[in-house]
């Protein structure tokens, strides 16, 4: 590795961990409840964990910088940053080569932000793990010890956090690695997530000791689009999607009514349509029509129609609604659709303005790191440089 791709990397790191320190749930408690059997998992990153999230064994660089056993795993990450140049020399130059860095240290790069915000709606799965699998049986001295995968999926790319079980705890764990998927990991998280059981996050919740941040629980709706991306990793997984047996009957009961609605809304459109023609139109003009049931009188079919409207709308109970009510209904139950859309798509531009403003002071900030370090070095030389003093004259 290059002296300049070193340096670039621990900018990068740098600006990851300056986000770290500036965050406002850090060391927060993230509580999550599964599907199916309700399992529960709380977790949280601290500092302990960030070393290594980030793809950087610090353990190689106090051996090879001589630094203390008593220092922490994000001390010596800070050593790193502050450092970088002595790092180098005594990882790359000093004989034999000792590589911090894992080999998907771009994988972690580009996960660390993600996987350290919680965010519920962007959690797609949790998949536990378990190392007994027949596809894992032959790798099983290869694998890292992990118990769960957090799976968040955001602008099209996956994003993968492994959680391991604390000893002698219940159900808290502690994040032991964190990658993006793409073409390079997918095929080393495939060992894990092969055969297994997979859920969707019912509820979630961020706790600083007592006092809670979020909180989010999953609609009837939301559960559904779950299950049904659940339905496409069980393809590409051949896993286990772990539902209640409520649950999955209350889905069946509201795909069903969700279908039903759809059509109810197809005909109430058409019955409306057919009134507001009707009220536009003279008696006489009636003749015109080619079907029997229009010649009815005009206040007797809108009678008809207002209750096939009610028994479509509101089943067989008697709603007690005119004709003019129910195209109220119907026209207010528009606008708020339209208002509702309109809503969504500013709520979409807002993040996206707000997600490039958060590039833009990342890159800014790699910037400034950048330049601080070239004017260390330009000082660095100056100060050690010597000059021969002009020999005197006689």
Request: proline letters at 2%; one cysteine or more; aromatic letters at 12%.
């Amino acid at each position: 590795m290059t002296r300049e791709m070193f340096e670039e990397y621990v900018d990068k790191i740098s600006a990851c961990v300056n986000i770290y320190e500036h965050q406002n749930y850090r060391g927060a408690q993230n509580h999550m409840w599964l599907s199916g059997d309700q399992k529960k998992i709380i977790f949280s990153i601290s500092d302990y964990n960030v070393a290594h999230l980030l793809g950087v064994n610090t353990e190689i660089i106090r051996e090879r910088c001589l630094l203390s056993s008593e220092q922490t795993s994000y001390s010596i990450l800070n050593y790193l940053i502050s450092h970088k140049y002595q790092v180098y020399n005594k990882c790359f130059l000093d004989g034999k080569v000792f590589n911090p860095f894992s080999k998907y240290i771009d994988e972690k790069l580009a996960a660390f932000c993600k996987n350290i915000f919680p965010n519920f709606r962007e959690i797609e799965a949790v998949v536990e793990v378990d190392k007994e699998k027949t596809y894992q049986s032959e790798y099983s001295n290869e694998l890292m010890d992990v118990d769960f995968f957090v799976l968040r999926k955001r602008e099209g790319l996956l994003y993968a956090l492994g959680l391991r079980k604390l000893e002698n705890s219940k159900n808290r764990y502690q994040p032991v690695t964190s990658m993006l998927v793409n073409n390079r990991t997918k095929d080393f998280l495939k060992k894990y997530l092969w055969k297994q059981n997979w859920y969707y996050v019912n509820g979630f919740e961020v706790r600083d000791y007592d006092v809670t941040l979020e909180k989010f629980r999953l609609t009837y709706k939301d559960a559904m689009d779950k299950i049904l991306a659940l339905q496409g990793y069980q393809r590409d997984y051949k896993g286990s999607i772990c539902l209640s047996n409520d649950a999955l009957n209350i889905l069946k009961t509201f795909i069903t009514m969700s279908n039903q609605q759809k059509e109810i809304t197809i005909y109430v459109e058409w019955l409306i349509d057919t009134l507001q023609n009707i009220q536009s139109k003279k008696p006489e003009d009636l003749e015109d029509y080619e079907f029997e049931f229009l010649r009815i009188p005009e206040q007797k079919l809108f009678n008809k129609l207002t209750e096939e409207v009610q028994r479509v709308c509101f089943t067989s109970e008697k709603s007690g609604l005119s004709n003019e009510a129910v195209i109220d209904i119907y026209k207010e139950n528009k606008k708020l659709k339209e208002e509702h859309d309109g809503m969504a798509n500013e709520i979409a531009t807002l993040r996206a303005c707000l997600n490039a403003q958060k590039e833009e002071l990342l890159k800014l900030r790699q910037e400034k790191d950048s330049s601080t370090f070239k004017l260390q070095r330009i000082q660095k030389i100056v100060n050690e440089e010597t000059f021969d003093k002009p020999e005197e004259k006689n």
